[in-house]
């Protein structure tokens, strides 16, 4: 059966961009100014108003923007940096990138980084805490600043799921010494391709980070750091430029959207997601708890309706992690919800009546587990 309900549409979304990106597209083909220049810089400035930061570096994704940020903080081989257990896998492997080791913090029910047990993952090696803002929702940074503070650590904001979020008022990726996003085509601001950034308010930091995204290069062909190549092409900046005029529309629609599945499922006997605070919450993703979720995925897609899984299976149990197989157990929090959780469809164009048709196929799957 073809799909009813995709989990993201993305082409929806095109048809309703196509007069405003095509042209700013060809314009940066007819400049032939492909690589950084003024496509770039415009983002750039942009993005970093939009954040409420000084400064904006684009980058070439998400994972680049993280370990860059990590590399300008000189953290490296010997150190430690504490991420969440519940995370998409980019987390862990920036900071294994640059050598240092991940330390695991369990989730609270909110799904976020529990930022009571920070200290439990302190060690004289910690040099770095990376709070991540997962499915949109703004983890609570005046926690994370004082925790940081104390130790005397860096923060480094994971905003990749959460462009706009607010915390008390003020937008994600603007608390720590860096914030960084990745604009994977998913996500709410999204590139056509892969695009990163990092905010900052540190212009130093800044000035290491243009180097650190360009072959170190301060001037042409004069290097003054080994640094390889994660710049951020113009043609992804100017989609990206264009795409952050709706961004604040989006993520009211997707708040929206969010609000309608609530009282739906409320009506079904499903739990909301468990939420922190409403205000600022940019619903990246919809997550929701169910048992038997294999037999449930299955009766959704046999009604088209598409749904995903963030994330099956936590950091500290897939192969690639193996030295961290010992703390199973230790993360009771993220190890539950990875076999329970169910994200929806969720994405700003989606209609009334597609958000009560997966409520509707939803309640014919509980149906079908129960019986
Ligand atoms: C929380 C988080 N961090 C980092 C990344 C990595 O971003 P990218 O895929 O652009 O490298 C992603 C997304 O894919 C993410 O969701």
Not at 146 to 161: K, T
Not at 205 to 211: G, S, V
């Amino acid at each position: 059966m073809s799909t009813t309900v995709p989990f993201v549409d993305l082409k929806t979304q095109f048809s309703a961009l196509r007069a405003e990106i095509v042209p700013r597209v060809i314009e940066v083909m007819e400049q032939a100014s492909f690589i950084l220049g003024p496509d770039v810089s415009r983002f750039e400035e942009n993005f970093a108003s939009y954040c409420g930061a000084r400064h904006c570096i684009g980058v070439e994704s998400g994972t680049a923007a993280l370990q860059l940020a990590l590399e300008a903080l000189e953290i490296g081989s010997g150190d430690e940096v504490i991420i969440p257990a519940n995370t998409y896998i980019a987390s862990a492997i920036a900071v294994s990138a640059v050598g240092a080791r991940p330390v695991l913090v369990d989730a609270d029910r909110t799904y976020l980084i529990d930022c009571t047990r920070l200290d439990e993952a302190l060690t004289p090696r910690t040099k770095a805490v990376m709070p991540v803002h997962l499915y949109g929702q703004a983890v609570p940074m005046d926690a994370i600043v004082e925790f940081a503070r104390r130790h005397g650590l860096y923060v480094i904001e994971d905003a990749s799921q959460a462009h706009g979020a607010r915390w008390e008022g003020r937008r994600v990726g603007s608390f720590g010494d860096a914030g960084c996003f990745s604009f994977y085509p998913g996500k709410n601001l999204g590139a056509y391709g892969d695009g990163g950034a990092i905010v900052t308010n540190d212009a130093a930091m800044a000035e290491r980070l243009r180097l650190l995204r360009d072959f170190g290069q301060r001037k042409k062909y004069l290097h003054v750091v080994k640094a390889g190549n994660c710049r951020l092409d113009s043609i992804q900046a100017a989609i990206l430029d264009v795409k952050l005029g709706h961004l604040d529309a989006w993520n009211e629609a997707r708040r929206r959207h969010a609000a309608a599945y609530d009282a739906r499922l409320a009506t079904i006997g499903i739990e909301p997601p468990a939420r922190l605070h409403e205000e600022g919450h940019v619903y990246h993703l919809y997550v929701i708890e169910v048992e038997q979720r294999e037999r449930v995925i299955s009766a959704l897609r046999e009604r088209g309706v598409a749904t995903g899984i963030h994330y099956p299976i936590p950091i500290h149990m897939q192969p690639a992690y193996s030295e961290l197989a010992g703390s199973r157990g230790a993360f009771p929090q993220t190890e539950r919800s990875a076999g329970r959780v169910l994200s929806l469809p969720m994405f700003a164009e989606l209609t009334e009546e597609q958000i009560e048709y997966v409520v509707d196929a939803l309640a014919r799957s509980q149906r079908l587990v129960t019986a």
